[in-house]
């Protein structure tokens, strides 16, 4: 495979160029941008594409590389520092699968060659689908989902679109691709809890989801001293201690945790639970919308809405098949970080 160029964002407020082969691994990649952006071995990195974690190995131990992710050519890659606590294309239609049926959106019939069956069976023409995907984008989504209901008490559709098949469905410029991705990656950003420094604007995920008095590793790196600030409130940390930093207006909390806590409830499987979860593994928030209990979430992660336990390498469950009972979880008051 050849090489590509991408372009990484996300470290002081600079983006720089770093050619990579598909073929080559995620830990070279890291170690490219490491020397890229003249950081050390020892840095605890994390590279995120879009809404994709670029992982090492997978949840088996296997190798990742650049292909495994989609990654093309210009594509924009995300660096995201781990900080410990303080002391104290040209889109073409032309292979698409058209359709004669009527696009589900406007319910309007189409001239042949003006809509196309999407992966799961429905129809859209691709203005109805470009709407769909801006809304979800607005509202600080980063997945793209079928809303299809076959009747007013009928269940959605729900499935997933990946983005080259979106891309290519909405007949997306060059210029929307791009505007897409970096929106999916705000979004995805946002939603793991990734915040920037409020000095150098390098993208930060804590190493302690406990700790809220932070370290910048870059800007300590360049001021020769260590640079704390609040995790919560991003205003340089005034105290002596670990818990209140010092600054008017700051509570000292998570807000995620507000949300997960004021949830809405609802039946899965016949148990009643949080409408909204945090991923145990890296905390992202996933809303249940319908059918099964077992969930997969964008960082790899497997797992039961319900009791929250993941599955085992083999994707198998303790607390039984998809649509059995089990132990509901309490709501979080914490949410994991990777």
């Known amino acids: 495979m050849s090489d590509i160029s991408i372009t990484v964002n996300g470290f002081g407020g600079v983006e720089r160029s770093v050619t990579i082969g598909q ?7 890291k170690n490219r ?10 840095d605890d990195i994390r590279l995120l594409y879009m809404c994709k974690d670029l992982r090492e190995k997978d949840e088996h131990g296997r190798e990742k590389f650049v292909k495994d992710y989609g990654v093309e050519n210009l594509d924009t890659v995300s660096l995201v520092l781990r900080v410990h606590g303080g002391s104290a294309s040209n889109v073409s239609g032309n292979d698409l699968p ?18 196309w069956k999407m992966p799961c069976g429905h129809v859209l023409g691709p203005d109805s689908l470009k709407s769909i995907c801006k809304t979800v984008l607005a509202a600080g989504g980063y997945e793209f989902r079928c809303s299809y209901k076959e009747g007013a008490n009928s269940k959605f559709c729900n499935m997933q679109w ?11 410029t060059n210029t929307e691709i791009k505007d897409f991705k970096k929106k999916i990656a705000y979004n995805y950003r946002k939603a793991c809890g990734i915040k920037e420094c409020p000095k150098c604007k ?20 360049n001021d020769r001293k260590n640079y704390e600030f609040c995790w919560f409130c991003l205003k340089i940390w005034m105290s002596s201690g670990v818990s209140e930093c010092g600054n008017s207006g700051c509570f000292g909390k998570d807000a995620r945790l507000e949300v997960l806590k004021n949830s809405e409830t609802k039946e899965v499987v016949g148990v009643k639970c949080p409408k909204l979860r945090a991923c145990p593994t890296c905390g992202v928030f996933i809303e249940h919308i319908e059918k099964c209990k077992h969930m997969s979430c964008p960082c790899g ?26 132990e509901v979880a309490p709501v979080q008051t914490e949410i994991p970080t990777l």
């Open 33 to 42: 941008v490491k020397q890229t952006f003249n950081l050390t071995l020892e």
């Open 202 to 221: 390098s993208f930060c995920s804590r190493k302690r989801n406990t700790d809220q008095r932070v370290i910048c590793p870059n800007c300590t790196r």
């Open 162 to 172: 990946d983005f080259s098949t979106v891309k290519r469905m909405a007949l997306l």
């Open 301 to 326: 992660t497997k797992f039961c809405f319900i009791c929250l336990k993941k599955s085992d390498v083999n994707g198998s469950y303790t607390c039984g098949s998809y649509n059995t009972k089990c």
């Open 23 to 29: 073929a080559d691994s995620i830990k070279e990649l």
């Open 98 to 115: 058209l359709a004669t049926e009527r696009d589900f959106i406007t319910l309007e019939d189409t001239p042949v060659g003006q809509s």
